[in-house]
């Protein structure tokens, strides 16, 4: 299927634990990027890239690390799992003419115990 | 750094009425602004986007306006229906760089 996936939809851990985000999409966007919803705080950027082998820090980087070895995949990685985490992950790529638009996955709830 | 802020959080309307919502953003160095839609425990779909050049977009009954000068912009929609509810959020985005959201309006319509 076209689109934006990200996988697992559910996730429960526990603290200290390695955790890896998957997303995948279709559409060889250059643009991906990862974002974490949590209430009161909206959506927040964790990390991005603009392109295979480029990677930038957003807003919240720290505890998490990203790769992006193909242009298709780019999995966001939790080294040490902290309750402070647990959170909605959303992972999003820029399409369109202009690669301007926004398309989003559906996002991975993800629990730390 | 870029700051995107949306009144009000929340906001309960009876069905039919018109609203409006509002984003403010604190760079006006902008390449577009976007609004999303996001219902309960799902992704975010993308309602309208206009450049930085546009003044508005319209898309049925959903109308967006965008104000670079004093960092505003607004989503109208008309002849609200309940499957209008919805959280409602707005993304300011800058060339080269990631789309910077606001926390978000939660519309509730009720019939």
């Known amino acids: 299927d076209a689109g934006i996936t990200q996988s697992p939809r559910y996730k429960i851990t526990e603290t200290g634990r390695q955790v890896t985000l998957m997303c995948h999409q279709t559409?060889?966007?250059?643009?991906m990027f990862w974002y974490r919803q949590d209430l009161g705080h909206g959506l927040r950027l964790i990390y991005y890239?603009?392109?295979?082998?480029?990677?930038d820090k957003g807003e919240v980087p720290d505890g998490y690390v990203v790769s992006r070895s193909k242009t298709e995949n780019f999995p966001l990685t939790l080294e040490s799992a902290t309750r402070s985490q647990t959170s909605v992950y959303f992972c999003?790529?820029?399409?369109?003419?202009?690669?301007?638009?926004?398309?989003f996955g559906s996002g991975t709830q993800l629990s730390v115990l | 750094k870029q700051e995107v802020t949306q009144i009000p959080a929340a906001l309960s309307v009876p069905e039919g009425e018109n609203l409006v919502l509002n984003c403010s953003f604190t760079?006006?160095?902008?390449?577009?602004l976007q609004w999303f839609r996001q219902d309960p425990g799902k992704g975010l779909t993308s309602l309208l986007l206009?450049?930085?050049?546009?003044r508005e977009q319209t898309s049925g009954r959903l109308n967006a306006s965008l104000d670079k000068s004093s960092g505003r912009s607004t989503l109208y929609i008309a002849a609200s229906q309940p499957g209008d509810s919805a959280t409602y959020l707005c993304?300011?985005?800058?060339?080269?760089?990631?789309?910077?959201f606001g926390k978000g309006t939660t519309l509730s319509v009720s019939s």
């Open positions: 999003a790529s820029l399409g369109g003419v202009r690669q301007e638009k926004l398309f």
């Open positions: 559409w060889s966007h250059s643009y």
């Open positions: 890239s603009a392109a295979a082998d480029i990677t």
């Open positions: 760079d006006s160095a902008i390449y577009n």
């Open positions: 206009i450049q930085s050049s546009q």
């Open positions: 993304a300011a985005h800058q060339a080269g760089t990631a789309l910077i």
